[in-house]
């Protein structure tokens, strides 16, 4: 007699519970971390253009700029985080109704 099995992987290595898990973390993403990431490489690499640059404007003016860069590159990034986890969504969610659907035929 074989020993009764738990929960089966699915196609991601995932048993349902981690499933259910991963789809209510992507439904919940906000960017932020992406966001986070983009800005600080955007305020580094404007500190380090502005340091290195043989000309300078006011310091009001890199100021502002500098403030520009650093927000445009937040934005950017959580844009990109929230489009990243959206595809991840809606492939998870694919996958996992390819999975009921191949269930529900082999029960026929």
């Known amino acids: 007699m074989a020993a009764p099995q738990g929960p089966q992987p699915g196609?991601?290595?995932?048993?349902?519970?981690q499933q259910?898990?991963?789809?209510?973390?992507?439904?919940?993403?906000c960017g932020c971390t992406s966001g986070m990431v983009?800005?600080?490489?955007?305020?580094?690499?404007?500190?380090?253009?502005?340091?290195?640059a043989s000309s300078h404007g006011?310091?009001?003016?890199?100021?502002?700029?500098g403030l520009g860069i650093t927000l445009a590159g937040a934005v950017v990034g959580k844009l990109?985080?929230?489009l990243w986890a959206h595809?991840?969504?809606?492939k998870l969610l694919r996958l996992q109704?390819?999975?009921h659907a191949g269930?529900?035929?082999t029960q026929s």
């Open 11 to 17: 196609p991601q290595g995932l048993i349902p519970s």
């Open 20 to 29: 259910v898990r991963q789809i209510q973390k992507l439904r919940h993403a």
């Open 38 to 52: 983009v800005m600080l490489l955007c305020l580094a690499g404007y500190m380090t253009y502005d340091l290195h």
């Open 58 to 65: 006011g310091l009001v003016h890199r100021l502002l700029v």
């Open 80 to 82: 990109a985080g929230l």
């Open 87 to 90: 595809a991840r969504l809606v």
């Open 97 to 99: 109704a390819q999975t």
């Open 103 to 105: 269930a529900d035929e």
